[in-house]
Structures are given as structure tokens and as C-alpha cells.
């Protein structure tokens, strides 16, 4: 994948970005810096506890940062959030369609939250703008002929290709994927992996990646490695294989994590918060 638009100034930019929690002896992130360009497919990796899923918690604002500055698409995370929220789409780790509605209903749902339609109880009286690109959308991913299926009589990767389809419906401006293909076997990782560059063709959508399957950010146009809070590398790919000394990306990022004392067993706190939207006043929601 090449960025096309590396000229274009960045659709994300992340300065001086800390995260304290109370009771933490130290922050889980420690005053990060990083930007991406738009359209440009950013990889954010790390193991558990280096603050990653912090990270991308305060930048899809579902959790409140303690200093640093974070722009999305142009708009401040803290003084116009609601705004940042309509430039993104998410896809978390584990999948929230609701499974005793059809695919189209959990569409048409988010559409008509994100104010872009008023909503209709039937999808023939929604208009004709919305059934385009709902029919659009669904044939680039390759699941228009399931959009009337009830949830639950689809397949898990069935369920996060209309997942994509759902985040991306209000044209977001970057799509943020936290381990989109977490408990998809490999012929439903590979197929979810050429929807979305199909979309990112179409779209000139951002793509924003967390992931533990390294092999899926070797196309990147950009890897960010996050270790302990800090960031420890940020280029592509291959200059991280070649400055590892290392064949294949995965073989560099183990590499450099057991050269810098990983521990397997470390956690990070934000995991639940983020994705419940709790953390005891730490979350947007309690604010």
C-alpha cells in the first residue's frame, strides 16, 4: 500500500501525549509524539502493557488524556470531540453488532445516531442516498447479497466485514481497527484484509491499526513500535527490518522486544475501560 497523499498535511497528530493513572506509579503513556498523513495505512504496535490500547482509547476519545495535544482530522480531542468522533469510524476488538437485528438495521442505526438521515422503520423508506451507498459499500466488501440476514445467522468474519461496512457509512476520515481480525481463521483474515484495502482505494480512508498478527502491518506505509509508554521506533517497514537486522517484520519486532526485557505477563489497565467506556472518572463518560 502507497500512500498517495503524503503530501496533504496529517490527518492525525499526537504531541507530547501522557496518560497517568491514579494509583499508577508512573504514566502508561509517557509523552508520545507521532503523526499520520491522510490516506496513509498507520500501523501501531506493542505488546500488552506498553500503552497502545490507552493510546488509542484517548485518540477515538473514549478515554480523557492527562496533557499532550491530539488533533484528528484538523479538530482538538478535548474541545471538539463530537466533531472528531464524525471524521472516524471504529472497529474494536470484539464485535458489537447487535445479533437479533439484520445487517442493514445495525447500518441504518449508526447512519441515522450520526444524524445523517432521519430514521425510518423500514429500509424501503429510507432514501435513496442512503440505500446507494449502503448497497455500495456492501459490494465493495462483498456481503450485499447478506444484508437482510439476521446478525446472528452470519459467520464471524461475515460479521466484521458489515462491521467495516457500518464504520465506514458516514465517510469517516480515518478508520481506527483495534485487532480487527481477532478470532477470524486465516481465510477470513485474508479476505476482511482485501476488503479493506479495497475500501482504502475507493475511500482514501486512513487506516489506523492495532494489532498482535505482525504479518498484517508489513503493507503499513508506516510502523510504530510502543514499548513501556514510549515510542521506540516509527518508519516503514523495511527500514525497521533493516535496521533490526531482521528478515521479516515479525522476526524484528520480536527481536527487539526481547532485547529490551519484554515481560509476557504485563497488562495494561486501559483494556477494559476503553472499550466499557468506564474508569472511574477517567472515561469521557464519567467527565
Known amino acids: 500500500m502507497n500512500n498517495p497523499d503524503a503530501a496533504k498535511p496529517p490527518v492525525i497528530e499526537v504531541k507530547g501525549l501522557v496518560k497517568q493513572y491514579k494509583r499508577a506509579k508512573e504514566p502508561s503513556v509517557k509523552s508520545i509524539s507521532f503523526a499520520v498523513g491522510e490516506g496513509e495505512f498507520f500501523a501501531f504496535l506493542g505488546p500488552n502493557g506498553a500503552g497502545k490500547t490507552t493510546t488509542i482509547s484517548i485518540l477515538t476519545t473514549t478515554l480523557s488524556k492527562t496533557a499532550g495535544s491530539v488533533h484528528i482530522a484538523g479538530y482538538d480531542i478535548d474541545s471538539q470531540d463530537r466533531q472528531v468522533r464524525d471524521h472516524i469510524g471504529i472497529i474494536f476488538q470484539k464485535p458489537n453488532l ?10 441504518r442505526i449508526h447512519a441515522c445516531l450520526y444524524g445523517m438521515y432521519a430514521y ?26 447478506s444484508l437482510f440476514k439476521r446478525v446472528d445467522k452470519l459467520s464471524g468474519g461475515m ?13 469517516p476520515h480515518v478508520l481506527f481497527l483495534d485487532e480487527p481480525t481477532q478470532g477470524l481463521d486465516a481465510v477470513a483474515r485474508r479476505d476482511l484484509w482485501e476488503y479493506l ?4 482505494r475507493e475511500w482514501h480512508t486512513t487506516i489506523f491499526l492495532t494489532t498482535h498478527y505482525i504479518d498484517e502491518a508489513d503493507g503499513a506505509d508506516t510502523v510504530c513500535l510502543i514499548n513501556q509508554g514510549e515510542i521506540a521506533l516509527c518508519c516503514p517497514p523495511q527500514e525497521m527490518k533493516q535496521r533490526l537486522g531482521a528478515d521479516t517484520l515479525e522476526d524484528a519486532y520480536v527481536d527487539y522486544l526481547r532485547s529490551h526485557g519484554h515481560d509476557p505477563d504485563a497488562g495494561e489497565p486501559a483494556l477494559a475501560y476503553a472499550q466499557a467506556g468506564l474508569g472511574g472518572g477517567e472515561s469521557r463518560r464519567g467527565r
Open 159 to 171: 460479521q466484521r466485514k458489515f462491521e467495516v461496512v457500518r464504520s465506514l457509512i458516514h465517510t
Open 120 to 145: 425510518r422503520p423500514s429500509y424501503r423508506m429510507m432514501p435513496a442516498e442512503y440505500r446507494e451507498r449502503v448497497e455500495h459499500l456492501a459490494r465493495i466488501v462483498g456481503v450485499d447479497g
Open 197 to 200: 484495502d479495497k475500501v482504502r
Open 98 to 107: 447487535d445479533k437479533t437485528l439484520t445487517a442493514e438495521q445495525n447500518i
